[in-house]
């Protein structure tokens, strides 16, 4: 309720029960109004909706003892009434938190994963958790998507779910109540209402004049209740326009998102997370140490192993690498002269080439001038 009353909303709409709440914001949204509007107060629906779903899975957990289970052994505070319901300033630490409560709920309910790490993908975490739920059978209508954010309705839902099933799990079951004796009970307190009456009186009579008494003796007059003590005991009832009230949302309605602050003491969890983690490296470092050293010497042998091997190698063909060498050198100078050769080849057809060209050059001479020789057109002389 202080969030709430933070918030702006006045203490009448406060006072109403949840049903008495989602009845009013409904007929609010149903009023003719504008399409950005509509759409303010269809997310007010939501935001009731996620807040009562959060109120309920706080309500589970606490019956979970997570606050000892979780919250102690992993390090994290526990969250308010509103945590998931609202996207907080830093997502990232508000989609781990998730991501842990999540995987602490599957445990509860007798899914042992190995946990997702803060540097996975948070697309594939929200596709394994709505997995491991699936096997579990329990109904999400929501896509992955509408998990990354960490808040929202599709969390709240998940996180819901898990925590009701997880109390059918662990066969959590509520003691009996305790039956009072209503006569017993209502003897008890008149005597006791008696004898505070009597001190009372015996106060007002040594302290109060004797016309203050006077007037007090008179206002007792017939002993029926006053219009204020009516009024006290009468059946609560609405009394708010709706116009006033949807003029009233319209204008707290800029208001009414929740921004869930960062904590300012983040560095005193990492300095306890971090001290955890230290005594944990302590207690695994001298086993990992004898584990390291022993696979340690295990390489140090088979590097001596596989040296032995290569000396042994090496002194069985080294003929057949003095051969390889000298057959490598012979190929060299074959090569050598190869490439000599070809130059030589190409040398020679550009030669051949241009005397190709100037045989031409002389052919066509030689049969011009026979043309020329052999011509026995008749000589015209003017």
């Known amino acids: 309720s202080d969030v709430y009353k933070r918030q702006g909303i006045n203490a009448e709409y406060m006072g109403h029960s949840k049903k008495k709440k989602r009845k009013m914001a409904e007929e609010t949204a149903n009023a003719p109004e504008g399409g950005n509007e509509a759409q303010n107060q269809e997310q007010l629906i939501k935001d009731y909706e996620c807040t009562s779903m959060m109120d309920e899975l706080l309500e589970n957990l606490k019956l979970l003892n997570y606050e000892q289970r979780f919250c102690k052994q992993k390090g994290f505070k526990p969250f308010t009434r509103t945590y998931f319901s609202y996207p907080a300033s830093n997502s990232g630490e508000q989609f781990l938190y998730f991501n842990y409560i999540a995987t602490w709920l599957l445990s509860m309910n007798g899914v042992q994963t190995s946990g997702w790490s803060k540097f996975e993908d948070p697309s594939a975490v929200c596709n394994n958790i709505i997995l491991e739920i699936t096997k579990l059978g329990v109904t999400f ?50 005597n006791q209402e008696g004898d505070d009456d009597g001190i009372q009186e015996d106060l007002e009579n040594k302290e109060m004049p004797e016309d203050d008494l006077g007037e007090v003796d008179r206002g007792k007059g017939d002993g029926k209740p006053t219009a204020e003590e009516d009024e006290e005991h009468n059946i609560l009832e609405s009394k708010t326009n709706a116009e006033e009230w949807q003029k009233e949302c319209e204008r707290a309605s800029s208001r009414l998102k929740i921004q869930a602050g960062g904590d300012t003491k983040e560095w005193r969890t990492h300095l306890e997370q971090a001290k955890t983690y230290g005594e944990k490296v302590k207690e695994c470092l001298p086993e990992a140490r004898a584990k390291l ?90």
């Open 141 to 190: 209508d929501f896509p992955p998507t509408k998990l990354k954010s960490g808040a929202g309705e599709a969390v709240c839902t998940l996180l819901l779910r898990l925590a009701e099933r997880a109390i059918k799990h662990n066969k959590f079951t509520f003691a009996a109540p305790t039956v009072v004796n209503e006569e017993e009970k209502e003897n008890e307190e008149t």
């Open 293 to 382: 050293e022993k696979t340690s010497d295990e390489l140090t042998k088979l590097m001596e192993k596989i040296s032995g091997k290569e000396k042994v190698i090496n002194k069985n063909f080294s003929h057949i690498v003095e051969d390889y060498k000298v057959h490598a050198d012979n190929l060299r100078e074959v090569r050598q002269k190869s490439g000599q050769l070809n130059e030589n080849y190409q040398r020679q057809q550009e030669r051949l080439l241009e005397i190709t060209e100037k045989l031409e050059e002389i052919q066509e001479t030689m049969n011009k001038q026979g043309n020329t020789m052999t011509d026995l057109s008749l000589i015209h002389i003017s």
